[in-house]
């Protein structure tokens, strides 16, 4: 071997480490799932929450789903479209010739990742900033264009205590209330396009914790960034099981998704923004990038070895298809309000199962669904029901009002 290919071997070997030590440490190469046994705990029998017969699985990736599929004349919204699971689903959404409108809170970030792709059009949404969430709305509803997909993506996850300036948890405000606000506020042109989907991004992390009904904002509580992320994760799934209820009739469905861990997407990084040194967030970023490039997803795999199937790493490409799935498949005709996870509508496991797949009980209770509800409300001041039944925008109380 010549000096500049050994050298040129060597520089892409030190990379790669690199890139797999990044990675791994990142997404925790000590994760205690690699080394778990195979789950042969309880799978409690729900009519809800059926399996289906699904040709896809753990390891279909978004484009694969879209195969054959012509989804020209669908509009389809969707926030953290620029990076990660939801990029790939852009992508593969728009392939198939869907419209979609990114929301970014950061524009050019989002113009510089999706610029490749057509049929994308990015507007300005910061998920903790109400009024950045109404202008948005209100400018798509005076186009008229009816919402055929909304898909709530974006995320942050595991950061440590931080209030947004309504004194809500971080976490909580983002990934919930957020996209609580962005669904009702976009409610006109859901019901406008005559058969619609909301997709929301849960977790499998919603394992670790319910919803602290009694302090959803840690107050008192000793906080956990990964409680408060997994709260966040089953509120998720809660305002999934009623938003579908509420809107059936109105011909929209909700599902909540577990995209499956993937180590190589921007989360990671999305928490740090604004609270760390852009340095670090930088870092956060590439990191994910070098994964992605080096394939780093699919060594930590063979370095790992997971028992259960859960527990495989994916792919962004991969970990976009039951977002894919949920937004467009056949399969799912008369099915709402469920989690859905690999491609199929997710088993039931008891709360404080270590199972790595299924929903817990404690995410998918009707009364509890009703509860957080009522808090959302109350914490956004939008009144949901009533604006169900009308088909104008909705009406904001006022803080003065409450
Ligand atoms: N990756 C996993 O292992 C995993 C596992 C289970 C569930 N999930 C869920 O899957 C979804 C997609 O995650 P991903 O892993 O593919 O991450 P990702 O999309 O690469 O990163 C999160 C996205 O959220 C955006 N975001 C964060 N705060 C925001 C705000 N205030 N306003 C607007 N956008 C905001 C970020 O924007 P910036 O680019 O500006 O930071 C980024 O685009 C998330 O809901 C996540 O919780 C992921």
């Given at each position: 071997?010549?000096f500049p290919?050994l ?5 892409l ?10 990675a ?7 994760d ?6 195979l789950?042969?705990g309880?799978?409690i ?5 059926k399996p ?7 390891e ?6 879209v ?9 389809i919204?969707?926030?953290?479209g620029?990076?990660?699971t939801g990029l ?6 728009t392939?198939a010739?869907?419209t979609?409108i990114?929301?970014?809170r950061?524009?050019k970030?989002?113009e ?7 049929h994308v059009?990015?507007e300005?949404?910061?998920l903790l900033q ?17 919402l055929?997909i ?15 300036r ?7 405000a983002?990934?919930?209330?957020g996209h609580f606000a962005?669904?009702?506020?976009l ?5 406008r396009?005559?058969?619609a989907?909301?997709?929301?991004l849960s977790?499998r992390?919603h ?11 840690f107050?008192?509580?000793e906080y ?11 509120a998720l799934?809660?305002l999934?099981?009623?938003?579908d209820?509420?809107?059936?009739e ?7 998704v577990?995209?499956?861990?993937v180590?190589s997407s921007d989360?990671?990084?999305a ?8 340095a670090?967030?930088w870092?956060?970023r590439?990191h ?16 790992r070895r997971?028992?259960n199937?859960?527990?495989l790493?994916?792919t ?5 298809a039951t ?5 467009t498949?056949?399969?799912l005709e008369?099915?709402g ?5 690999d ?14 797949f299924?929903?817990?009980?404690w995410?998918?209770?009707?009364a509890?669904?009703?509860r ?8 956004t001041?939008?009144?949901f ?9 909705p009406?904001v109380?006022?803080s003065?009002?409450?």
């Open positions: 071997m010549t290919k050298a040129a071997t060597l520089c070997s030190l990379v790669f480490l690199y890139g797999i030590f990044a791994g440490f990142q997404y925790g190469l000590h205690p799932s690699a080394g778990a046994p789950y042969d309880p799978i029998s729900d009519a809800r929450q289906l017969r699904s040709r896809f699985n753990h279909t990736t978004a484009a694969e789903l195969e054959g599929l012509d989804l020209r004349g669908k509009v919204v969707v926030t953290g620029h990076s990660g790939e689903a852009v992508k593969a959404l392939s010739g869907a979609v990114a929301l970014a950061d524009v970030r989002a510089e990742n999706l610029r490749r792709i057509a059009e990015i300005a949404v910061d109400p009024e950045s969430i109404d202008a948005f709305a209100k400018k798509f509803l005076a186009q008229g264009r009816p055929h909304l898909i709530n993506s974006a995320a942050i996850m595991g950061i440590p205590l931080e209030r947004d309504r004194g809500y948890e971080r976490q909580f983002t990934n919930v209330l962005l669904t009702a506020r409610l006109p042109a859901l019901k396009a005559n058969g989907r909301i997709v929301n977790s992390g394992r670790v914790s319910g919803v602290l009904f009694d302090d959803i904002h107050k008192h509580t956990s960034g990964m409680r408060a992320y997994a709260q966040s994760k089953a799934v809660l999934t099981v009623k938003l209820a509420l809107l059936r109105h011909k929209i469905r909700a599902y909540a577990h995209p499956g861990p180590p989360l990671f990084a928490g740090r923004v604004g609270s760390d040194s852009r670090k967030v870092l956060a590439l994910a990038r070098l994964a992605r490039v080096l394939h780093v997803t699919e060594a930590l795999n063979i370095v997971p028992k199937v859960g527990d790493y994916k962004v490409q991969q970990g976009a977002t894919v799935w949920a937004a498949s056949e399969d008369g099915f309000g469920v989690y859905l996870e491609c199929n509508i997710a088993v039931v496991v008891p709360n404080g199962s270590t199972a790595p299924g929903v817990r009980p995410a998918f209770d009707e509890a669904a009703e957080l509800w009522r808090f959302c409300e109350e914490m001041g939008i009144r029901a009533a604006l169900a039944q009308s088909s104008e925008a009406k109380i006022q003065s009002e409450k």
